[in-house]
Every structure is written in C-alpha cells, then in structure tokens.
C-alpha cells in the first residue's frame, strides 16, 4: 500500500485564520508516524505545495480571492497528478476546501473514470451567484463539475481548470447545512445525497453501499473522499470554521473510511477544514485526532489489531 502525503497551507478561500496552519500542526501531531502504524504501509511525504502569494487580484462578484484559490489550485492539480503517478494514494492534507478543485482535477486527469464522495456538512455546491458567504469553500463541487459550467460567469485566472467531471458520479454524506439553490442542484440532478437524517435511518453503512452502488453499479471505478471535517459532529472536531451540530460521530466515519478502503478502489483522500486556532487546546487535539483516525480507516488501519506474520500460524 503506497501512499503520498500532500500538505496544502491554505486558507484564502475562507474567512477565518488558522485553516492554513492545519498540515503543520498535523504534521507534528505525527502524521506520518500514525500512518506508517498501518500494516504494510509506504508512506512517502511530498511536503507542502507552493502556495503563490502575490497575484493580480481578478475580481469577480461574490467570490473572494478568486486568483489565489486559482493560483493554490493550479499546482495542488499537478501535484495530486504527479503522485497518482507515482502509484500512491493521494493523501492531501488541506487548507478549506477550495482545495478540492484542486485535488479532484488532478484526480480527474489521471482517472477519468473517478467518482468523488463528499462527506461534509455541507454541499459546497453554491456558485458565486448562490453563495450567502461568497467564500469559494462553498463552492468548489459547483466549479469541477461540467453540468453547472453554464452557470458561471467567465472567471478569470481559472483557465486551467477545464470542468469536464460529471455530477453523475458524485455523492454526499453527511449534509446537514445546504442552501436553498444547493438543495435545488441537488435534487435537479438526482445527486445520492445521505444527509444525516438519512443516515440515521440507514445507518452508514447501507448508505455509503447505495451510494456507491448508484454512481458505480459495477464497482470498478477509481473513488476520491473529499473529506471535510465538519461532517463530524462538532463534539467530534470543535477546531473547524463552520461548525454544525448533529454530525457524524468518529465511529460512523471510520466506518465509512474502512468500507471504502475495503473495495481497494479508493486512490485520494482531502482531509480539509481543520482549523487548529479556533478552540483551546483539548479542542485542537481532538479534532487533529479524529482526521488522524479518518486517515487511518482509509488507509487501511485496522481497529481489530495487526495480524502478526511469522511464528503464529493461524
Ligand atoms: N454553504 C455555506 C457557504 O456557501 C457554507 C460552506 C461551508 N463550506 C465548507 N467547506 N466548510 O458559504
Ligand atoms: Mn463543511
Ligand atoms: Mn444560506
Ligand atoms: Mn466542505
């Protein structure tokens, strides 16, 4: 099982400080020494992308910082290439989750067969007309996917970033904060979408099965986890930006993670929204533990221990 780590310092495409000091605290919170706890892991750390700083700022209605999410993005989309390349799993360490249009164009052109699940509270699927907040973290799935293309604006610096993946095979877990013209994207256009009233009545599960099911009834594709750390409940992970209660506890995500990692398909994980400035330091910890754990799931940790290899035969 090879892997790749990238740390991607970003927070422009929100309002809040902090975002960006996530894949260094997580570093030192032993990121790497957690993952290489996995049997018969290769973990290989790519360090952090560059993250331009002094663009022309573009301006466009409602979208903040729309050239350094668009400059940040533009590289974070070779990296992820670059390490799917190599053969790991493309483990993207975020920075918001304006990042994800980064990470799933990347992700896209190398596998273009990919299906993306995004586990979130929200369904960052507003595009600048829609958007209450006009921070891009809301609205990364509405600019990777072709369908809505006709709904934006021409957005300049964002030439690179040609939406060509369907929202026919994208799901959701977790929603539980949509907004009205998301809700009307959604159900326009007949997206699985376990939201947490949903996954109470299935359980995670049945829910994550149907979705896969639905979006990949032959169970072949490539699968992304854009994984924003808000769909935990905020007991779960305090240290985030927008915070909504009611979410997922850590055993139904790692539950989700370990079914996923179990079709062996999946090839890229975000973990996004961390935010280790916003609580106190039980806060912080926690939440940098329940991603840690996340990860884990993904990659192939096992909650019943390791099988040791040699002297037991059983
Ligand atoms: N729907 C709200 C918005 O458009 C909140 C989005 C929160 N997104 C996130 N990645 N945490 O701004
Ligand atoms: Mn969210
Ligand atoms: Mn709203
Ligand atoms: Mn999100």
Not at 133 to 150: C, F, I, N, Y
Not at 187 to 194: G, W
Not at 197 to 217: M, V
């Amino acid at each position: 099982k090879k892997v790749g780590i990238i740390g991607v310092p970003f927070e422009k495409g929100q309002k809040k400080y902090g975002v960006s000091i996530a894949p260094a605290a997580i570093r030192s919170a032993g990121l790497i020494e957690r993952l290489k706890e996995i049997d018969g892991i290769d973990v290989k750390d790519y360090g952090d992308i560059d993250i331009p700083s002094c663009n022309e700022p573009v301006n466009v209605d409602n979208m903040a910082h729309l050239s350094l999410v668009s400059a940040c993005n533009k590289n974070l989309s070779n990296k992820v290439s670059q390490v799917l390349k190599d053969e790991r799993v493309a483990v993207t360490i975020g920075g918001d989750h304006s990042i994800g249009v980064g990470t799933v164009d990347g992700h896209y052109r190398v596998n273009e067969d990919m299906i993306l699940i995004w586990v979130d509270a929200h369904a960052d699927i507003n595009t600048n007309k829609t958007s209450d907040s006009g921070s891009v973290h809301g609205m990364p799935v509405a600019l990777l996917v072709k369908e809505l293309s006709d709904y934006w604006p021409y957005l300049p610096s964002m030439d690179w970033q040609i939406p060509k993946f369907s929202i026919k095979n994208l799901g959701y877990v977790g929603l539980r904060s949509v907004d009205e013209y998301e809700r009307l994207a959604i159900e326009k256009y007949d997206v699985p979408a376990f939201a947490m009233e949903d996954i109470e009545e299935h359980g995670i599960q049945k829910s994550i099965n149907h979705i896969l099911h639905r979006i990949d009834p032959e169970g072949k594709k490539p699968i992304h986890v854009s994984f924003d750390i808000d769909s935990l409940d905020a007991l779960e992970a305090p240290s985030t930006g927008t915070p909504v209660r009611g979410g997922l506890t850590l055993r139904e995500a790692i539950q989700l993670m370990e079914i996923i990692h179990g079709t062996g398909r999946l090839r890229a994980i975000d973990l996004v929204e961390i935010n280790p400035a916003l609580g106190n330091d039980a806060d912080r910890k926690r939440t940098i533990d329940a991603g840690l754990c996340v990860l884990r799931a993904g990659l192939g940790f096992s909650r019943r221990g390791t099988i040791p290899s040699g002297i037991l035969d059983l």
